[in-house]
């Protein structure tokens, strides 16, 4: 079973029969309830990150990053993955160096 997170938390699928499915943003769709692996609490309870301390902005961004233009999602990863910027035009950017670099660069445009 693969691991993933919700702000750096981990989390895994319950009721997996469950219709209402949510859909990723590369288009995937998950059906069932998630829930923290560790306190079984439902995801959509906030927490913050776990290597800054910080919570998500009021429209959900990652603090870490910012709110970046043209930008669909963004994680900097919290300390247990790698961060990532999926922007508007499809374009996959992963690993401290490429986000870090795009993120210099949108602050000059």
């Keep these: 079973m693969m691991t993933c997170y919700s702000f750096g938390y981990p989390?895994?699928?319950?009721?997996?029969?469950?219709?209402n499915g949510v859909t990723n943003i590369i288009g995937i769709t998950h059906i069932g309830k998630y829930?923290?692996?560790?306190?079984?609490?439902?995801?959509s309870i906030k927490r913050p990150c776990p290597k800054c301390g910080?919570?998500?902005t009021e429209e959900g961004h990652d603090p870490?990053?910012?709110?970046?233009?043209?930008v669909i999602a963004a994680c900097c990863g919290h300390g247990v993955e790698e961060p990532y910027i999926y922007t508007e035009d499809h374009q996959y950017i992963e690993g401290k160096e490429d986000v870090m670099r795009y993120?210099?660069?949108s602050k000059y445009v």
């Design 11 to 19: 989390y895994e699928c319950v009721n997996p029969m469950n219709v």
């Design 35 to 43: 829930v923290y692996t560790d306190t079984r609490e439902d995801i």
């Design 54 to 56: 910080k919570y998500p």
């Design 103 to 105: 993120i210099k660069r």
């Design 64 to 70: 870490c990053i910012v709110t970046l233009p043209n």
